[in-house]
């Protein structure tokens, strides 16, 4: 009897899954159907009935029914005992920022290197004219001391056309490594730095920011995918990443 019971309940189990499938797949295909520029990443169920959580290539987070006819834009939170309230956008949103921070390569990074072990990391998204961004930056000495790297990304505020889009592809055309590092210190002491045309990322960082919810900056990013909006002092985040 109990054997036919497991049988029972992995038939069950299964047809749950196929029938799942079969509805992230249907909605994948709605989507592409409305607009064929918008990829979808993934479609998976959310622990509420009926709704189903959509990832485009963008990072952004949608939500619809099984047909795909209905779609929802925000924060899907969770009441869970004990907890509260769990957002549950955020924690995937967490997930997406992992995956997209692994495809930027060191090289197109300002890496500003833990003095001995490394003990923590972040990824900032910074503005090299930013207030709260110098101010981050004027404790960078204290940060490597304390074993912690900080990767720089860019994120120009004002778009393509701003003084410190200009300012930060110079930054990026030197080579990385002290080059970079010696120019982001004179750009983020108020120093105007000659223009360089060359191919690089700073507008792509820019764009990939605001997909990964970087509204301003300083924007720090944690190893988990964690965002921390504006400036923390050195302290506090040693706190943050346990050291």
């Given amino acids: 009897m109990r054997a036919l019971i497991a049988a029972m309940v992995m038939m069950f189990v299964a047809q749950g899954a196929q029938a799942a499938d079969e509805a992230s797949d249907k909605i994948a295909e709605r989507i592409k159907s409305v607009d064929s520029r918008l ?23 949608l939500y619809t029914d099984s047909e795909g006819g209905y779609v929802l834009s925000g924060e899907l939170y969770q009441l869970v005992d004990g907890q509260g309230l769990v957002n549950l956008t955020e924690q995937r949103m967490q997930k997406v920022r992992v995956d997209a921070l692994a495809e930027i390569a060191p090289q197109q990074r300002v890496i500003f290197p833990a003095k001995g072990e490394r003990k923590g990391h972040i990824q900032v998204f910074t503005d090299v004219d930013c207030v709260y961004c110098r101010r981050l930056h004027s404790e960078m000495a204290e940060l490597n001391e304390l074993g912690i790297q900080v990767d720089y990304l860019a ?3 004002g778009g393509e056309r701003s003084a410190a889009a200009a300012k930060m592809s110079a930054i990026w055309c030197a080579e990385p490594g002290e080059a970079r590092r010696e120019l982001m210190n004179r750009a983020k002491a108020g ?53």
């Fill in 39 to 61: 990829s979808v990443e993934s479609v998976t169920p959310t622990p509420m009935d009926g709704l189903f959580e959509v990832v485009l290539g963008s990072g952004e987070v």
């Fill in 191 to 243: 120093e105007n730095l000659d223009p360089v045309d060359c191919e690089n990322p700073v507008l792509d960082q820019f764009h990939l920011g605001q997909q990964l919810g970087v509204t301003g900056t300083p924007a720090l990013i944690l190893d988990d995918g964690r965002l921390l909006p504006g400036y923390l002092p050195a302290e506090r985040l040693k706190q943050i990443l346990n050291i």
């Fill in 155 to 157: 994120f120009p505020r």
